[in-house]
């Protein structure tokens, strides 16, 4: 019997491994995420309003969720600024989020922290010029620029607050918000020509098209407020829901060998990894968004979706291509919002937030994060203190989609007799878009 | 000696906690300075994929270790890369204090997880240790940036002060960055600061806080989901717990500028023994009363103490719950 | 547990309590021997972080004695020690230090009986409490 592990997955948020036992037979894959979240333990008896700063450092996302919940919790509505100006973060956060992935996707092709100016460097050919990774890397900076105007950092931000947020933003960041935008906006449409001639039809990563397919069920917010749908592997509306019930419709499966629990479908009941039908599982995400077949309201994005379909097929789509592909179109969505909201008119306002009375006992908010769908429920007791805080994060949804994806990928590496560290980094690059 | 044996070698990990820090060193190479130049990165596992195999190949002048130790396998990296490196540095407040996760320490404890490998052939877990350590608390530290995240300025003199150690051109402005006068001139001299040394700076945040600080006296306590001014006033004289007088500056008052009050992300100011007596001290001084049913009064407004004052210092800055002959050093600098 | 004594460590101010400490030796009131005397100025001059110290430093109680409000030598130091008290006695609750580790008691210079009464009290309270209960890391 062999075992092989590998330690450490590049560019996955939380630490992961994969372990692969063969003995003859097919082979046993676990994907394995190694270090345990504890949300629950960091939120129980804390101040309802500290969650936001608290829940913060799961995701940037998790903090305009948390502040959703908190709206709710206090029973209030904040400002139209206020609500602007969370949005705009959220589209900021978008931005670098993807543009990031595409920075990841790169650095499988070159290093990126190579010597470019030694002697050997310039000798040799590159295969991605240092000029695109700055460039790449300099819109990233934009983005988390704008995030940390509308956020007061980009990682761990703190301005959403129960009922708005803390602060207005000064003179100087109105003009540079939108030169933010505008520059995020043109360079997305140059980093989507460079994409489609590079990487996603022929070109320097044609072997992504041959990455692993799984096709599951997917989730994501509706179009009515706070409603959550559920659509199969045609892409049909299986379920449609309040977002307050979710974690009626979806329940955790734990596993001893991993820290990260399954979310999975309570009507279909938990099936093991690989057994047939695959119906109990579902995944979050671009892709998992995108597969509602819905035109966008974004012009450049919409046109990038349709040269999606153009080139891999109408929606629903389930492969690491398409889910690469859907980054895109994200991309270009988000710096098309970002553009539209931050004008002048819509970040100014003559309100914060909304001050509360006091809290109220429970509170709850999905949202749509760069990394998928993730949800919020709060309870609070008579102090105001956390009595029980439920937060459900992408990796969580999407875990059943990893191992899935991890197996298919180790399966086909075995057929193909492929060497190990190559499989490694197929399955690196097999998850990285989701 | 040619340019590339020059080059520091430099390690980064996470232990326990995200990629926050990781994204800031990150963030340092495009945005400030490429790190090619005077570095060569030979363990990155977020980036890179390197392996710890890959680690007894080579050796590692400067690692930067972010993430609280929470699992065996976060206490095997620690003492692992404290083996290979000549200065390990503490990044971020999870790894110089224990962080957020620390949090967990005051929770019940989390149920049992075996560590072994199970019968029937399924993979192990690193297990999960009784308590949260900061990295200090399992190896000695050479060099500490915290912050929940390190700002930019204060990472990059780490890294002016470790790494480049003179070579670099991209300067920095020590004025922004609050650093103490020995430790800025070692970074201008291209010497190493003494060992031990916080890139931090000297007082408390109240030393870099725009805010206008009047008169501390208060009847009043304010949850921040309260009415407040956003700016202006001193959080703390408006009846909002801010710690910022009891945490160490050096990020400039970024959370108090968009009218947040401090949490104390960057460990407590050099000159207090314990940040939660320093903020029962400050707070209890403001009562406005000489009266114990009044003041029994007051006190029921402020809820989760310990929560909030070690919010995120827990595992290595609450005198309770370090043992005396730390303490004792620190007394004698301190007290 | 039952050859267990407890460390207690006494904060006493100047004026009243340590005289009344002083005065319940040379009376020759029977006393518990489990009470370390530290001499202060003035209860007011008690920071809280004294008193965390001593319970890191292998204190099983600390006790801050001071004159009753109205009598300090220092006008309103006294009222200061009252102030903090409760907060402080909130945030060891919360750490998990059980009621009766920490008192702060008002003790007049001619009250040498309350004062051998207090520490006698407090040693037995303590004695069924047990030792320090919160473990603490290595350094």
Not at chain 1, 178 to 198: K, S, V
Not at chain 2, 238 to 243: F, K, L, R
Not at chain 3, 106 to 126: H, L, Q
């Amino acid at each position: 019997m062999q075992t092989i592990t590998f330690d450490s997955l590049r560019w996955q948020e939380q630490p992961a491994r994969v372990t692969i036992t063969v003995n003859g037979g097919p082979p046993q894959v676990y994907f394995q995420r190694i270090a345990p979240r504890e949300v629950a333990a960091l939120c129980q008896g804390r101040p309802v309003e500290e969650l936001p700063r608290i829940l913060a450092i799961l995701s940037p996302a998790h903090h305009l969720c948390a502040a959703r919940a908190l709206d709710r919790l206090f029973g209030v509505e904040p400002p139209p600024l206020a609500l602007n100006m969370r949005e705009a973060l959220r589209q900021a956060l978008f931005y670098r989020h993807h543009l990031q992935k595409f920075y990841f996707l790169l650095t499988s092709l070159e290093n990126p922290f190579m010597d470019f100016w030694s002697s050997e460097a310039r000798r040799g050919l590159h295969t991605i010029p240092h000029q695109l990774f700055d460039d790449l890397r300099r819109h990233v900076s934009l983005a988390q620029e704008a995030a940390g105007i509308l956020g007061g950092r980009a990682d761990h931000p703190v301005t959403a607050v129960a009922g708005g947020v803390s602060r207005y933003l000064k003179e100087d960041n109105y003009p540079r918000l939108a030169e933010i935008a505008a520059a995020c906006r043109n360079y997305g449409l140059r980093l989507a020509e460079f994409l489609r001639e590079e990487v996603l039809a022929e070109g320097k990563m044609a072997d992504l098209l041959e990455l692993a397919t799984v096709p599951l069920a997917t989730l994501a917010l509706g179009p009515e407020p706070d409603s959550l749908i559920l659509r199969d592997v045609a892409g049909q509306e299986t379920a449609r829901f309040a977002a307050a019930a979710l974690f009626e419709k979806i329940g955790l499966h734990h596993e001893t060998w991993t820290y990260e629990p399954f979310a999975f479908l309570r009507d279909k009941g938990w099936k093991d990894l690989g057994a047939e039908p695959m119906d109990s599982l579902f995944f979050v995400g671009p892709l998992a968004r995108l597969n509602n077949g819905a035109p966008l309201a974004a012009p450049l994005a919409e046109a990038e979706r349709q040269r999606l379909i153009a080139a891999l097929g109408p929606f629903p789509h389930f492969s690491v291509a398409a889910a690469y592909w859907a980054l895109l179109v994200e991309l270009l969505e988000a710096a098309e919002h970002l553009v539209v909201l931050c004008e002048v008119e819509k970040l100014t306002g003559p309100a914060l937030r909304t001050i509360p009375a006091g809290p109220g006992r429970a509170g709850h908010a999905a949202l749509e994060a760069p990394e998928g769908l993730i949800y919020h429920h709060f309870q609070a007791d008579e102090h105001g203190l956390v009595r029980e805080a439920q937060v459900l994060e992408a990796a969580t949804e999407n875990n059943g989609l990893f191992g899935l994806l991890t197996r298919q990928t180790v399966e086909a590496a075995l057929a193909r007799k492929q060497p190990w560290e190559e499989t490694k980094e197929r399955i690196e690059l097999s998850l990285l878009p989701f | 000696m040619s340019r590339a044996e020059k080059k520091k070698k430099l390690a980064v990990y996470t232990a326990t906690g995200c990629r926050a820090c990781e994204q800031a060193l990150l963030d340092l190479n495009y945005e400030v300075n490429d790190l090619s130049r005077f570095a060569e990165i030979v363990f990155w596992p977020y980036i890179l994929g390197s392996t710890w195999a890959a680690l007894d190949e080579t050796e590692v002048d400067v690692a930067f270790f972010a993430g609280a130790i929470r699992t065996a396998a976060d206490r095997q990296a620690a003492l692992k890369l404290r083996e290979k490196s000549r200065l390990l540095v503490a990044v971020g407040a999870c790894a110089a204090f224990g962080g957020l996760p620390g949090l967990a320490n005051l929770a019940a404890p989390a149920p049992e997880v075996p560590g072994a490998a199970r019968s029937n052939g399924e993979p192990a877990l690193p297990g999960i240790e009784p308590r949260v350590s900061a990295l200090s608390l399992i190896v000695p530290v050479d060099y500490v940036v915290p912050g929940c995240v390190p700002t930019q300025n204060l990472l990059w003199a780490a890294m002016l002060a470790l790494v480049c150690q003179g070579a670099s051109p991209a300067r920095l402005s020590y004025a922004a960055a609050r650093l103490p006068a020995a430790l800025a001139e070692a970074i201008a001299a291209g010497v190493l600061p003494p060992r031990g040394s916080t890139f931090a700076g000297e007082k408390s945040v109240c030393a870099s806080c725009s805010r206008i600080k009047e008169e501390k006296k208060f009847g009043t306590c304010k949850r921040p989901y309260q009415e407040y001014q956003e700016t202006g006033r001193c959080l703390l004289e408006q009846g909002v717990i801010c710690q910022g007088v009891a945490t160490q500056e050096g990020c400039g008052g970024l959370c108090t500028g968009v009218g947040i009050p401090c949490r104390g992300c960057f460990g407590k100011a050099p000159a207090i023994f314990d940040p939660g007596a320093k903020m029962v001290s400050a707070i209890s001084s403001t009562f406005d009363s000489s009266n114990p049913q009044e003041i029994a009064a007051l006190v029921e407004n402020f809820v989760d103490l310990a929560g909030t004052f070690y919010r995120y210092v827990l595992p290595s800055q609450c005198a309770l719950l370090v043992t005396p002959s730390k303490v004792e050093k620190d007394a004698d600098d301190n007290l | 547990m039952s050859d267990f004594e407890p460390k207690i460590i006494a904060f006493l101010c100047n004026w009243c309590s340590y005289v009344a400490a002083d005065a319940a030796g040379v009376s020759r009131f029977v006393q518990k021997p489990n009470v370390r005397v530290i001499r202060v100025a003035c209860s007011g001059m008690v920071d809280p972080s004294y008193i965390l110290k001593a319970f890191a430093q292998g204190a099983d109680g600390v006790l801050v004695g001071g004159c009753w409000p109205g009598d300090c030598h220092y006008i309103a130091g006294n009222h200061k020690a009252m102030r903090r008290a409760p907060l402080l006695k909130k945030l060891l609750s919360e750490m998990g230090v059980e009621e009766g580790r920490f008192r702060l008691q008002w003790i007049a210079a001619s009250e040498p009986g309350p004062y051998a009464k207090t520490i006698n009290e407090m040693t037995e309270v303590i004695r069924k409490l047990g030792p320090f209960p919160l473990k603490r890391s290595a350094a």
